[in-house]
């Protein structure tokens, strides 16, 4: 098993965590980390961007969100949960997507989180096996072209 950490994006990791680059076949299903981090940067309140390292090689990045107003019609429908995963596509493969999702499970029990959102684009190259192995249900929802799973934390 892998030993990662998690990374503050700075001016000295900034290019690195840029350069993490996913499969091909996956690029269409995850933004890229330069997108995440503008994100990120216009969105400071609820954005969450970590580069994850093991070593000193970054082998992937992981953004969360953070008790965003889920749906505009019902203020009292707070989440958080995991926003994006960009794991490299030689590191994958390897226990850092499941070290990412356990590191964002980690802080959201900290902040006093109950469940863990995320979001996914079904399909066949899709990371719907992967999330479900780890124990997201399908909650029925959708936001834009992806379904909505969820944890228990």
Known sequence: MPSPRLEEITTDNLMAACAIAVRPDQEGLVEPVARSLAEAYV?????????????????????AFLDIQWR??????????????????????????RF??????????????DRLITT?????HGPERFYRRLGF????????????????L
């Open 72 to 97: 505009p019609e019902d203020p009292t429908d707070v989440r958080s949960g995991l926003w994006r995963l960009n794991i490299a596509a030689d590191q994958q493969g390897r226990g850092y997507g």
């Open 100 to 113: 990412a999702v356990a590191a964002v499970a980690e802080e959201l029990r900290r902040r006093g989180t």
């Open 43 to 63: 969105q400071p309140d609820v954005a969450w961007p970590r580069l994850i390292v093991d070593g000193d090689r970054p082998v992937g990045f992981l953004m």
């Open 120 to 124: 996914w684009v079904p399909g066949a």
């Open 137 to 152: 249900r399908l909650t029925g929802e959708r936001s834009g072209d992806q379904v909505v799973g969820e944890l228990a």
